[in-house]
Structure formats: structure tokens, C-alpha cells
């Protein structure tokens, strides 16, 4: 289990790893204050996920983002100073599975990482189709009329939960807990924009979704295939 902080503030950067020696000592953490560096990391060290501060001295969390979706589908949490949505929504949409605002709890983060961690390992049926839509949720592939279409981790796992329960109503509720472990608050926030992001993947006309449905206030659920 590796751990890769990019983050400029010394303070945090040994607050984390602090709270993983004491509570996870088998992790390795490994850190580095520049954006650029920490994309190179990711090739090079292969850690199992990413910690990212929005605001580093070289480049933006977001464009370290941008580069590491080229390559990767590493789990990314943002960690953020900044309360605004605005950039929760914005690194929700460059990529990012989660995010934490700073000053974090440690039981907090930890729990975030594990849930994370965990989402990672195999589920029981692995190979779902639906219509034209087929994923395999361990690899997280997924392939619409046999093209390949590229899914960050978190949304492979919200498709796959809707699959697997294609026809029903999901609750933001169950789906937050199926994707991260907890209904925290901001859950359904967060779920919008992974969902928004998958439609952009996979409906025709995301604005019009035929695929993927909202039951308003309540979830979303899969339409049935035509
Ligand atoms: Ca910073």
C-alpha cells in the first residue's frame, strides 16, 4: 500500500504521514511539494493513491490532474482549503474520486482512503452487461457497442452499482455508500457531477439522458433497454 501527498505545506504533508504511522503503519507514504514531480511520481512509483493539494507553487492540482488522467486511473483525493464548490465540482470533473477540505480530520481522511482502498478490491460478478453497455468492474473497462470508453475509478463504480441493480431506483444514499463506504455530506453533490460526467461518456445527448435516469430527490436508476 503506497501512498503518494502532493502538497506544498510542509505541516500537512507530516500530519499525514504522522496519522498513517500511527494508524496504518504498513503503508508507505511518499510526498513531493510540486505538481509536476508528483506526476511523474505516479508513472514511476505506481502508488496505490493519490493525496493532491489544489494550490502548489508550479502547477494547479488541476492540471496535475489533467496529466495524471492521461495515464492513470489512480484513486485521487483532492484536498482542498478552499470551501467553494466551485473547485470541488471542478476537480470532481478533471478526474479527481473524492475530495477532503482542509483542516481534515485524520480519522477523516483515513476513513476516505480506506473506502477507497477497498472500492478497489473485486467484487463477485465482475462482468456486467446492460443494452449495449458492457463492464468489467475490476478492470474497469467498459465497452458500448464494442468501443472502449474510459471511466475514472469512481465511475466505474457507480455504473457498476446501477447495473447490477438495473431497473430499481438507486438512493443517493446506497449508491454513496456502495462507491465510498459512507453517505457523508456533500455525497449527493459529488454524485451529480460523477453522474453528469458519465453521461457525457455514454448518452447520446447528455442533456437528455436515455441511459441513465434521475428519479428526482430520490436516485437514479437505469432505463430499460430498448
Ligand atoms: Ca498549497
Not at 18 to 27: D, G, N, S, V
Not at 134 to 162: C, F, P, R, S
Request: glycine share 6%; net charge negative.
Amino acid at each position: 500500500m503506497k501512498v503518494l501527498v502532493i502538497e506544498d505545506d510542509k505541516e500537512i504533508v507530516d500530519a499525514i504521514s504522522l496519522a498513517f504511522q500511527i494508524r496504518w503503519p504498513e503503508a508507505k507514504v511518499i510526498s513531493t511539494r510540486l505538481g509536476q514531480k508528483g506526476v511523474e511520481f505516479v508513472e514511476t512509483e505506481q502508488p496505490d493513491i493519490v493525496i493532491l493539494d489544489l494550490g502548489l507553487p508550479d502547477i494547479t492540482g488541476f492540471e496535475v490532474l489533467r496529466q495524471i488522467r492521461r495515464f492513470s486511473a489512480v484513486p485521487t483525493i483532492i484536498l482542498t482549503v478552499r470551501t467553494e464548490e466551485a473547485d470541488v465540482v471542478k476537480g470532481l470533473e478533471w478526474g479527481a474520486d473524492d475530495y477532503i477540505t482542509k483542516p481534515f480530520r485524520q480519522l477523516e481522511l483515513l476513513a476516505r482512503v480506506r473506502s477507497m482502498i477497498r472500492r478497489h478490491t473485486p467484487l463477485e460478478e465482475s462482468n456486467l452487461t446492460f443494452g449495449h453497455l458492457q463492464l468489467n468492474t475490476d478492470t474497469g473497462q467498459l465497452y458500448m457497442n464494442d468501443k472502449e470508453i474510459a471511466l475514472t475509478v469512481t465511475e466505474n463504480h457507480i455504473l457498476g452499482y446501477l447495473m447490477k441493480n438495473a431497473g430499481r431506483v438507486v438512493t443517493h444514499s446506497n449508491l454513496a455508500e456502495a462507491v465510498w463506504g459512507d453517505d457523508y455530506p456533500g455525497a449527493t453533490d459529488s454524485l451529480k457531477v460523477h453522474i453528469r460526467r458519465l453521461r457525457e461518456k455514454i448518452e447520446q445527448d447528455p442533456g437528455k439522458p436515455r441511459i441513465i435516469l434521475t428519479k428526482t430527490g430520490v436516485g437514479y436508476f437505469l432505463a430499460k433497454p430498448e
